[in-house]
């Protein structure tokens, strides 16, 4: 028999798992190679959150192996892995050491509950080699220069709209008009000044809501603008965005020396710049070698710690039942923008991000509760529909991605529009091990 999990249905003895994984979607997908004889298929099973992924565990012998994936009845090979041509026609190949086996005895599955460590042992042996110094500056050179050559002109929709708020709008009415617009922020704009004053964000929210209470003051209070022009260079717009641990950046124009007369043309945010690198080297992804290296052997993102190994930056996980409060000064505290809601597992339930502070607008939630006495997952329910069950995974509340995904699969989910975090999910589980932001990658191509 065959199955999709852990369990291989053969014989484990001097064998090492590993897993494959066609990650191109199709209705049905099988496995077959060199180590069934090519007579027999595994059938692979799509990553709960990732539909279009899917995967298999199955041990291999020490030794080279090829194989090759049947997809809706096609022969296919994934054209990123290694690959050569032989009697089957182009075939993947894989290499497994004698060092990397691993001795079934240290792992007593039966009790641990979890195949944590053994998942850790084959998903690093699938890895690539990981990149050279060499590979890596010379993918930011590329990355770096193509940035700067463009501006951000060219983030510019061909029609959209851009909402902005009166600095003298209540609070109150300000967090409504998010609400209903269905928008995480919102630059504010004075009219006796003639200009765009800042812009007013979930984090704002967060914070009146901590400190503030529900008193009904309005947005005037000294405010810090971070803008760009059109004619700024993507990098210089990335860096911006870095450098002030901001979301989004608006793009202002104005062709008078003093500032006067200033038009909001776009509000500009990393996945958008991101999105432009990807569809510039999509047909050139050779040029930058960094971009097929597994996000688990580069450094990159925040990692659970290992049992024994320190970590530098904080991992913020919650349970359900922890409370709003809490969740709130956590997003504050660890600046992040979301964070994973999981059970006692540490598996995956959903996320608490920042822009759902203003489902709180509903039915004026705000004036109704304390933020001490509702948990996670009763405030995530106020802004679902009654029929939607605690912790979907439809739209783009939980963007998922593995350890052995190549940087350039991650890119390409992180420059999709509202998708700020990929959740790093252990193989053939929702436990989480990790989280990708946009602005980690940035941090990495940039230097």
């Known amino acids: 028999m065959f199955g999709s999990g852990a369990a291989t249905g053969h014989d484990n003895t001097g064998v090492v798992p590993m897993r494959f994984v066609w990650p191109y979607g199709g209705r049905s997908v099988f496995l077959s190679g060199s180590f069934t004889g090519w007579t027999e298929h595994i059938p692979m099973s799509p990553m709960e959150g990732c539909p279009t992924v899917f995967q298999v565990i199955w041990s291999l012998t020490p030794g080279h192996h090829q194989y090759k994936f049947f997809v809706d009845g096609e022969w296919r090979h994934d054209e990123h892995q290694r690959s050569v041509s032989g009697n089957y026609g182009v075939v993947n190949t894989v290499f497994v050491p004698m060092e990397l086996y691993v001795d079934p005895s240290v792992f007593d599955l039966e009790t641990s509950g979890s195949n944590m460590e053994l998942d850790d042992a084959f998903s690093h042996s699938e890895a690539i080699s990981r990149v050279s110094e060499a590979d890596l500056q010379v993918s930011r050179h590329r990355i770096s220069a193509f940035l700067s050559m463009h501006t951000a002109y060219e983030l510019l929709p061909e029609s959209g709209k851009v909402i902005a708020l009166d600095v003298n709008l209540p609070v109150k009415q300000a967090f409504h008009i998010l609400h209903e617009q269905r928008v995480p922020l919102a630059p504010l704009w004075d009219f006796l000044k003639g200009q765009f004053v800042g812009v007013l964000s979930a984090l704002d929210f967060i914070l009146i809501l901590r400190e503030l209470g529900n008193n009904g003051s309005n947005l005037a209070h000294p405010w810090h603008l971070i803008h760009a022009g059109p004619h700024d260079s993507l990098k210089d717009v990335a860096l911006k965005i870095l450098q002030n641990k901001i979301s989004t950046i608006p793009i202002i124009h104005t062709s008078s020396p003093d500032g006067s007369f200033p038009q909001l043309l776009h509000l500009a945010s990393l996945s958008g710049i991101l999105k432009c690198i990807c569809r510039h080297f999509r047909h050139s992804a050779s040029?930058?070698?960094?971009?097929?290296?597994?996000?688990?052997?580069?450094?990159?993102?925040?990692?659970?710690?290992?049992?024994?190994?320190?970590?530098?930056?904080?991992?913020?996980?919650?349970?359900?039942?922890?409370?709003?409060?809490?969740?709130?000064?956590?997003?504050?505290?660890?600046?992040?923008?979301?964070?994973?809601?999981v059970d006692d597992n540490d598996s995956l339930l959903d996320i608490y991000s920042r822009s759902d502070i203003t489902a709180l607008a509903k039915d004026k939630a705000y004036a109704q509760i304390h933020l001490d006495e509702i948990s996670i997952h009763e405030a995530l329910q106020l802004g679902q529909d009654a029929n939607t069950p605690y912790g979907f995974y439809n739209g783009q509340r939980c963007q998922m991605c593995l350890g052995s995904d190549p940087l350039h699969k991650v890119m390409e989910r992180l420059a999709n529009p509202g998708v700020r975090r990929l959740l790093i999910v252990e193989a053939g589980s929702k436990r989480v091990q990790g989280i990708i932001s946009l602005s980690d990658v940035f941090s990495f191509l940039l230097g």
């Open 287 to 341: 040029s930058l070698p960094v971009l097929q290296q597994p996000i688990c052997t580069i450094p990159l993102g925040t990692w659970v710690p290992k049992i024994g190994e320190s970590n530098i930056r904080p991992f913020a996980m919650l349970r359900p039942n922890a409370s709003l409060g809490d969740a709130l000064s956590l997003l504050v505290q660890a600046e992040v923008s979301s964070i994973p809601i």
